[in-house]
């Protein structure tokens, strides 16, 4: 008889979660996992999948304005926000089901209900305990707001995607990614925005010049762009909307407040504290490089050990943890050069590192950039531009970072990047044939250096 219920018991079935079952699983691997609200987890639910339906409705607005430019005569029609809503979240449903299927397929047994551990062997789910060789934990993360006067009456990009009624106008607070992307949504679907960042420039972390160039895109847009600002108190007035007082004395009366500050590990209410494993002060679970914590049955992975909060990396945390448990394969997983994508208007894709990142590290550094209008809007009338950049390192002639701001660009970035990861050189760039017409050939056609630095 089995010493334990389960050879792996996992806690949280969202990208990590589900991905590390199945693939457990599929190696004959007594599998559960255990997961309180629907599957898939944030990515599915609140975040990647619904936020890019939303981007993707954003832009038919835009679409309907350019469309005259090449031909096409009608009126710009209406927009019914419940339709997307309601059609967001039919969507949603049946990808809950397939995550479902996929995990019955592989033999994983889904478990309903909230998991907390009870000691580094035994997981209680719903007033039932199981017992397993290993747990892992991958909870995920959750949105954090704050604490100022008025507090109650903001949203989080946990409720946002469900609004009775699309608002008139809209207050969003934060300058990373998730601010940045719902600052054109709400414009793009027709509500009055202002996005307030208290930094000198949102999406810190990012090429400096690709930050400049998306917040211009974006001012000229009409998205009410403003920094150096905080939110100091927000009230109710007598006819249900919100009126926010600012840092500087100003006062933006609005008809819904998002507040987009960051997110935390769900490490609350684990039992990680019976188990003597100390968080860190975001509250993210310590692990080595195979995702072990303090404890050696217990792993952990995702949002909630706080490395990088995307889903592929969650996603390649899980694989790299079984192949290392159950397919005899202990290399650890290679962080560098993962691509990323901000779904803001414009678009931005970047792979490797900053030109302010690169100047850390290297004496010298090449730059190369693009700045243009792409074919599309010489008809349309927009006066949307693109900027691309590569940062080389004159010594080696490697290309360190590749970057792009417009139309498409985590599509095009996906595939620079896998250049960057096969060790690509400037001169690989410049031999390489473009396809035209596309703004994609820009990657290649930048022969001439626009700067070096220092």
């Known amino acids: 008889m089995p010493r334990y219920d389960y050879d792996l018991f996992v806690i949280g079935a969202g990208s990590g979660g589900v991905r590390a079952a199945r693939m457990a699983a599929a190696e004959d691997v007594r599998v559960a996992i255990a997961e309180h609200g629907p599957t898939g987890g944030t990515c599915v639910n609140l975040g990647c999948v619904p936020k890019k339906l939303y981007v993707h409705a954003s832009e038919y607005g835009a679409g309907f304005l350019q469309a005259p430019g090449f031909g096409w005569q009608s009126q710009l029609p209406l927009f019914d926000w419940p339709t997307l809503r309601d059609n967001k979240s039919e969507a949603i449903g049946r990808l809950n089901g397939l995550y479902e299927e ?78 940045t992307e719902f600052a054109g949504i709400f414009h793009g679907l027709g509500v009055t925005t202002s996005q307030i960042y208290r930094g000198e420039l949102f999406l810190r972390g990012f090429d400096n010049e690709i930050r400049q160039f998306v917040a211009k895109q974006m001012q000229k847009s009409g998205i009410d762009l403003r920094f150096g600002l905080n939110v100091e108190q927000i009230t109710k007035q007598a006819d249900g909307s919100l009126s926010a007082a600012l840092s500087d004395g100003g006062q933006l009366n609005i008809d819904c407040v998002l507040y987009a500050t960051g997110r935390r590990p769900n490490s609350a209410n684990l039992g990680l504290e019976k188990l003597g494993i100390e968080l860190s002060e975001s509250g993210a679970v310590p692990v080595n490089d195979r995702y072990q914590t303090a404890v050696p049955s217990l792993y952990a992975l995702g949002d909630l050990i706080d490395r990088m909060q995307l889903t592929p990396v969650a996603l390649a945390e899980a694989m790299t943890l079984v192949r290392n448990l159950y397919q005899g394969n202990p290399q650890p997983l290679d962080y560098d050069l993962i691509p990323t994508a901000v779904f803001s208007q414009p678009n931005i894709g970047t792979v490797g590192l900053s030109e302010e990142e690169a100047l850390a590290k290297y004496p010298t550094i090449d730059i190369y950039t693009a700045n243009f209008r792409s074919l ?51 001169q690989d760039f410049d031999r390489t044939i473009g396809i035209h017409p596309t703004s994609a050939e820009e990657f290649v056609t930048m022969r001439t250096k626009t700067r070096s630095a220092p």
Do not use: N
Not at 138 to 156: D, I, K, Q, S, Y
Not at 166 to 178: A, N, Q, T
């Open 102 to 179: 996929m995990l019955a397929k592989t033999g994983a047994q889904l478990l309903k209900g909230t998991a907390r551990l009870s000691d580094p062997h035994t997981v209680d789910v719903a007033g039932t305990s199981y017992s397993a060789e290993r747990i892992l934990l991958a909870t995920g993360g959750r949105p954090f707001v704050p604490e100022f006067p008025g507090r109650e009456h903001v949203l989080t990009s946990d409720q946002i995607f469900d609004l009775e009624q699309l608002p008139k106008r809209m207050l969003i607070v934060g300058g990373g990614y998730i601010a």
């Open 376 to 426: 599309k809007h010489a008809l349309s009338g927009s006066h949307e531009r693109v900027l691309m950049k590569l940062v080389v390192d004159p010594q080696t002639d490697r290309v360190l970072g590749a970057h792009m701001a417009g139309e498409e660009a985590g599509e095009i970035i996906q595939g620079i990047a896998i250049a960057l990861k096969a060790g690509a050189t400037k």
